[in-house]
T-cell receptor, first 111, second 112 residues
Framework: KNEVEQSPQNLTAQEGEFITINCSYS?????LHWLQQHPGGGIVSLFM???GKKKHGRLIATINIQEKHSSLHITASHPRDSAVYIC?????????????FGEGTQLTVNP | NAGVTQTPKFQVLKTGQSMTLQCAQD?????MYWYRQDPGMGLRLIYY???????DKGEVPNGYNVSRLNKREFSLRLESAAPSQTSVYFC???????????FGPGTRLTVT
């Protein structure tokens, strides 16, 4: 079993919809990252969080340490949000100070 | 600021050839990383350098070597390329280990 599991693997939405991507992890961590990979391949860090909730524009990330679960929400989705969203955790049992990545969620937002 | 730059963007090698992937950052970051990304596998850490003068193995170091040339530059060398090393390689940097990482644009490597 992977240390980091994301769901769904693929998600198609209509413009304007509220989107949720989930990330579950099986080990104790010190921080969790959400990344966005554009269709051209570039990777951008969206959030790093260790507790609670963070918001940036239309993006919201939450984490529940007790339940070992994080969610990334996109409000009022737009076609330009189409990308792969990747969850990564820091501080797992086998990874220590290294990031362990989920396989990503492919999001497509149709106009 | 250019952020994190990588060269080359694309490369095709024959089995057994060697090459070095170059990475540089202009953000005065202490920590740098090399990842590979394969379909269905997610990003995996090859090597990292927590600070200038140190390097450590990541999850998949076999077949690779690294050099932290100075604070700005972190290179990845394939001494004898194998088809299993066909992948997209990303370099990243962060101010320190637990902090936000900034990624380069990637190098698409094909080994035939």
């Amino acid at each position: 079993k992977n240390e980091v599991e994301q769901s769904p693997q693929n998600l198609t939405a209509q413009e304007g919809e509220f989107i949720t991507i989930n990330c579950s992890y099986s080990v104790g961590i010190s921080a969790l990252h959400w990344l966005q990979q554009h269709p051209g391949g570039g990777i951008v860090s969206l959030f790093m969080l260790s507790s609670g909730k963070k918001k940036h524009g239309r993006l919201i990330a939450t984490i529940n340490i007790q339940e070992k679960h994080s969610s990334l929400h996109i409000t009022a989705s737009h076609p330009r949000d189409s990308a792969v969203y990747i969850c990564a955790v820091l501080g797992g049992e086998t990874s220590g100070s290294r990031l362990t990545f989920g396989e990503g969620t492919q999001l497509t937002v149709n106009p | 600021n250019a952020g994190v730059t990588q060269t080359p963007k694309f490369q095709v090698l024959k089995t057994g050839q060697s090459m070095t992937l170059q990475c540089a950052q202009d953000m005065n970051h202490n920590s740098m990383y090399w990842y590979r990304q394969d379909p269905g596998m997610g990003l995996r850490l090859i090597y990292y350098s927590a600070s200038e003068g140190t390097t450590d193995k990541g999850e998949v170091p076999n077949g690779y070597n690294v050099s932290r040339l100075n604070k700005r530059e972190f290179s990845l060398r394939l001494e004898s390329a194998a088809p299993s090393q066909t992948s997209v390689y990303f370099c990243a940097s962060s101010r320190d280990i637990p902090l936000e990482q900034y990624f380069g644009p990637g190098t698409r490597l094909t080994v035939t």
